[in-house]
């Protein structure tokens, strides 16, 4: 009943404070969103559960932005793409800003703001680590006295992702952040050297601040340039108001990004499936992104919902592979994993854990792409296959009890596996079980271990696992395999299974710096070696679920993250 009223009391809300319609044809709008979990925090830079990012890009804005409609890179803070210079081994990045953007308060974002906010990234004490990492290609900015609008990247060597890198961070107004300038006494290529002493004081009080504010407490301090800003954050629920006279509304024409139609966007978690099929049927949910396929199946049976909602499954830019930690002694010949690999069914996998929503996957490139190598041939299912591969790999039933087994460097192993997945997470949990199935044909034993999602998180990074399902995304211009794939990323990276050489790195290492032509040749070249060594085992690329109410008009779906672009519905004039 709670949702019930307090709908009534945002449309109340909505009237009462003279918020301004970016469109005065449109009839107000009100958007009711659901989202799979309540988010453990909103921050700036701390946030990254999909849902909390989902949420703040509607309050923050970067320098450029990947456009979902057209799939490029789009100019949002900056006033057009910059200019690249590349000098000896640096690369140079010439911005400029749009002289419109304003922050809440009517201030308008400036250079000093973009300085800000990599030194809040670069400052060690914040708790940033990923995204610290990400911008590591960032090594300092260079104004211009005079100048508020323009200023000069300085970054590494030139790389694939270099342009979208040096603007893929979100913007930060200096004077709310910190009105006491703790970090204006430092120069960006300072901060990494910082420590707990006299020299880093400053940095770490900014930190200790910046890392524990409580926006639940105090919604108004979350604050950005972008068309929305925090009105009220419940456990459950999370309210977004969108900004009077803002800014961007005036090129509304000009991109999505500028697209910002509804006048609050309010942000529920239903757990219960049928309390969520219930909110859709009497108007207290208007959108569903990232639903799971067997709750699909069961929201659009309903007729009522059918006739009430549209939907959409776009692709999503992403794999899931079977992870196989190759530095266990039972998994480090590639013939007992490329067995593992005959014993999975994918088509299963697709067509029963995700109902059909998702397509059977060769490597870590989706086909269609023009680096897909599409002269690898999937493993078929065939547990015949499995067996051969096994007993050439010298896997005996030694002792007669019904388990294979193998002496490995002076040590009896059995051939049983454990399987890692995320409890609660119930598709992983049905593709561990589907392969406890297949395994058990063969007379292997397949256990399966739920452990909490931060747990599941420490367990890969320690390689505290055997066998695991595991999904990465993938970038939408040009996907740097660095982090998944490079030796590097064993230890404090995504490479959970210890794959790679030198010959594979050489090529990851050279794909970041080579022209299109050579960078498809060694991606091909890289998804054959994976394909062989197995230790990842491609099984999907999964494809969202998204229902969306009939009465918005301007619905834009893509595979680009957020998949569907909130801003652009609205509610048809009447006539």
Known sequence: MRLYYFSYALLFLLFSCGTRVADQTQEKSIVLLHMGNPPSQLHPYRSTGEHELFINQHIF???????????QLFPVLAKERPEKKIQDSLTFFKYRLRPEAKWPDGRSVTVRDVAFSLKVIKNPFVSAESLRG??????????????????????????????????DFDVLPEHLYDPEGLLKAYRIDQLSLLKEDSA?????????????????????????????????????????????????????????????????????????????????????????????????????????????????????????????????????????????????????IVDFVHRGYAIEARGPVLPGSIYFNAEIKPYVYDTAIAMKLLYEDGWRDLNKDGTLEKTIRGKEYAL???????????????????????????????????????TFTQRLKRKEFELMVAGRSIHPLADDPEGTFHTQSILSGGNYVSFGDQQSDTWIEKMKLSPE???????????????????????????????????????????????????????????
């Open 61 to 71: 804005q970067p320098l450029l932005r990947i456009d979902l409609s057209s799939g």
């Open 134 to 167: 990400y911008l590591s290609y960032i090594e300092d900015i260079i104004m211009k006295e005079g100048d508020s609008l323009s200023f000069v990247l300085r970054c590494g060597p030139d790389f694939i992702l270099s342009e979208s890198t040096s603007g």
């Open 200 to 348: 880093g004081a400053k940095a770490l009080a900014f930190a200790k601040r910046f890392n524990s504010m409580d926006y639940k407490e105090f919604p108004a301090s979350l604050a950005g340039s972008g068309p929305y800003e925090l009105q009220e954050w419940r456990t459950a629920e999370v309210a977004l108001k969108k900004r009077m006279n803002w800014w961007g509304d005036r090129l509304a024409s000009s991109g999505l990004s500028f697209t910002a139609y509804p006048e609050m966007l309010v942000f529920r978690h239903i757990a219960d499936l049928d309390a969520s099929i219930y909110a859709m049927k009497t108007n207290q949910l208007d959108v569903m992104r990232s639903v799971p396929a067997s709750r699909f199946e069961r929201i659009m049976a309903d007729s009522l919902i059918r006739s009430k909602f549209k939907t959409s499954s776009p692709i999503v830019l992403a794999f899931f592979y079977l992870g196989c930690n190759s530095q266990l002694p039972k998994l480090s010949s590639v013939k007992t994993r490329q067995a593992i690999a005959h014993m999975i069914n994918r088509k299963k």
């Open 416 to 454: 049983e596996f454990s399987y890692l997945f995320p409890a609660g997470n119930e598709e992983r949990k049905t593709i561990g079980l589907l392969l406890q199935e297949s395994l058990a044909t063969c007379g292997i034993k397949c256990e399966l271990e739920g452990v909490d999602f931060a």
């Open 517 to 575: 032509k050579e960078r498809i040749k060694l991606s091909k070249q890289l998804q054959a070696k994976l394909h062989q060594d197995a230790s990842f085992i491609f099984l999907y690329h999964p494809k969202d679920r998204i229902i969306v109410n009939n009465k918005f008009e301007g619905v834009v779906t893509s595979s680009v993250f957020p998949r569907l672009w909130v801003g652009s519905l609205r509610i048809p004039s009447k006539k």
